[in-house]
């Protein structure tokens, strides 16, 4: 298994629980992901993804996303896309 590094967290909503992220790769829908930091280690599949409250189902480099997280994560944390 592979990680590479897809963005990192610029914000995070606690209602509903969405992680802002910066796009430094491309990031699909359905696409297994994780995010760590210091005290965060988060691995989910993206169910969802929007760009400025419109749902998509892929996003590119430079795109701020969100993504509903399972937990509580923390702005400046790594995210990976994990590949088989």
Do not use: C, W
Request: glycine share 10%; hydrophobic share 40%; no cysteine.
């Amino acid at each position: 298994m592979a990680e590479d590094i897809v963005g990192k967290v610029s914000d995070f909503f606690a209602h509903p629980v969405v992680a802002g992220v910066e796009l430094t790769g491309p990031l699909k829908v359905g696409e297994r992901i994780r995010i760590k930091g210091h005290t965060t280690d988060l691995e989910l599949v993206v169910d969802s993804m929007q760009i400025n409250n419109v749902n998509v189902e892929q996003a590119k480099a430079g795109d701020s996303v969100g993504i509903k997280v399972t937990d509580r994560i923390r702005a400046g944390d790594t995210v990976y896309r994990i590949t088989e």
